[in-house]
């Protein structure tokens, strides 16, 4: 039984391939989509795979109830009957490569959609959700005991924020569509709470300033279909092919198309940590703890303090593809 919860944003940096294998459809590697509402996904196993190499790779040093400890730290530890092992927190955490003593402490719901970026005739480019991303997003807070600020979001459809330099004559363009906008205080107060969120300032630096002040002015609220219709038809199609270094021409079958996320669009997660699942307090480590709720406490922690900022996720690492920007949700007690 998961004890503790925590979102945390993904922030693409660059175009993120998550594929779902080769299909006959018009694009040969399509990305990952949720199968009744066609909105993008990364799907929980594949986040949790990036994050464990990344801890692996890194090897970061973590503080746990003052005490400095490594994800491949070994814990050797004897059983009962005096036979010796050798185990590592990377395992306990994430749960053995190879085996089955034991399941891993920590797990990831699959990255749902929250923000996606759409070419705009002024200003660039805006994000844009919908009422029934935001509906979703405010119920998967709900598990973490967070709450949005502004509820009622179908009233919100065809809104932006009041600030917004998007708008030309009261209308907005996003790739060859027009929409009547409304600008709207409600919609103006969830922007500035997004913003602070995803973008915080960071121990008094404020390196993303820039992106704070687009989602207060850019983010826009539109209807559900219309929604989903650009996070079908405005992902990035890319046509790759190979060519014989020897002929200097195309291989035979190597002309292929995949899609990918553009940059810039947001996604969230939640991470849920459970106790250690093992029965002996000595394979634990420096992760145990006398209290159910303290030990999960103490995975996350693991988890969090770790947790690289800057992460690949997806295929194509080798040519610079999947680059994201790992962001907790940070809010004070009476922000919650």
């Known amino acids: 039984m998961f004890k503790k919860i925590k979102p945390f944003f993904i922030i693409v940096e660059t175009p993120l391939h998550a594929g779902s294998g080769s299909e006959l459809g018009i694009v040969d590697l399509p990305i990952q989509r949720e199968r009744h509402t066609d909105y993008p996904k990364i799907e929980g196993s594949g986040l949790k795979g990036s994050l464990r190499e990344a801890f692996n790779n890194l090897n970061p040093e973590i503080e746990i109830n003052s005490m400095k400890i490594r994800p491949n730290d070994k814990i050797e530890y004897t059983d009962e009957d005096g036979e010796k092992f050798v185990s590592d927190y990377l395992s306990l955490v994430f749960g053995p490569e190879d085996g089955n003593t034991h399941a891993g402490s920590i797990a990831f719901t699959d990255a749902r959609i929250l923000l996606f970026p759409v070419k705009s005739l002024k200003g660039i480019f805006a994000w844009i959700t919908c009422p029934d991303v935001l509906?979703?997003?405010?119920?998967?807070?709900?598990?973490?005991?967070?709450?949005?600020?502004?509820?009622?979001?179908?009233?919100?459809?065809?809104?932006?924020?009041?600030?917004?330099?998007?708008?030309?004559?009261?209308?907005?363009?996003?790739?060859?569509?027009?929409f009547s906008i409304n600008p709207n205080d409600q919609t103006t107060k969830l922007a500035k709470w997004l913003s602070n969120?995803?973008?915080?300032?960071?121990?008094?630096?404020?390196?993303?300033?820039?992106?704070?002040?687009?989602?207060?002015k850019d983010l826009i609220i539109l209807p559900n279909d219309d929604f989903r219709d650009f996070a079908v038809s405005s992902t990035e199609i890319i046509t790759r092919t190979k060519i014989n270094s020897t002929t200097g021409t195309v291989d035979n079958h190597s002309l292929w198309t995949e899609e990918y996320l553009p940059t810039d669009t947001i996604l969230y997660s939640l991470v849920l940590a459970s106790p250690l699942r093992i029965d002996d307090e000595n394979k634990k480590g420096n992760l145990k703890h006398n209290n159910n709720e303290s030990e999960a406490q103490n995975v996350l922690n693991f988890f969090q303090k770790g947790c690289p900022r800057v992460l690949q996720i997806g295929g194509n690492q080798t040519i610079g593809k999947g680059i994201v920007t790992i962001q907790f949700l940070e809010l004070k007690e009476d922000e919650k």
Do not use: H, M
Request: proline share 5%; glycine share 4%.
């Open 135 to 178: 509906e979703r997003f405010k119920n998967d807070l709900k598990f973490a005991n967070y709450d949005l600020p502004v509820s009622n979001f179908s009233s919100l459809e065809n809104t932006c924020c009041v600030s917004s330099e998007i708008l030309v004559s009261s209308k907005v363009v996003l790739e060859e569509f027009t």
């Open 197 to 216: 969120v995803i973008f915080p300032k960071q121990n008094g630096d404020d390196p993303y300033g820039y992106w704070r002040n687009k989602i207060e």
